[in-house]
Nanobody, 122 residues
Framework: VQLQASGGGLVQAGESLRLSCAASGRTASNYGMGWFRQAPGKEREFVAVISGLGVRTGYADPVKGRFTISRDYGRNTMYLQMNSLKPEDTAIYYC????????????????WGQGTQVTVSS
């Protein structure tokens, strides 16, 4: 599976952005998909995950209540709606796909897309 992330940009604190991740190639509806991010000088961290059928989602504590992950199966695309953005959300955001929800949650056996930069100014 090939993943293409887009939608990053520069916004002010409190504003919103929606990231997209288009999947192509050997895609499977039962793939788990998710978002990770890496801030300057920090390790890449988990942000959100969605199950293959979209019935289960999970979020890292810092983004709970502000970010929403979703999938459009017809367009083979995953989204991350980011509201009430904070300067600490500044990072390169990566989308990923794996054989299960759990694989994404644990960051194991994943295919990665290229990153998209999100910058939040105060």
């Amino acid at each position: 599976v090939q993943l293409q992330a887009s939608g990053g940009g520069l916004v002010q604190a409190g504003e919103s952005l929606r990231l997209s991740c288009a999947a192509s190639g050997r895609t499977a509806s039962n793939y788990g998909m998710g978002w990770f991010r890496q801030a300057p000088g920090k390790e890449r961290e988990f942000v959100a995950v969605i199950s293959g059928l979209g019935v289960r989602t999970g979020y890292a504590d810092p983004v709970k209540g502000r970010f929403t992950i979703s999938r459009d199966y017809g367009r083979n695309t995953m989204y991350l709606q980011m509201n009430s953005l904070k300067p600490e959300d500044t990072a390169i955001y990566y989308c990923a796909a794996g054989p299960s929800y759990q694989s994404v949650l644990t960051g194991s056996d994943l295919q990665w897309g290229q990153g998209t930069q999100v910058t939040v100014s105060s």
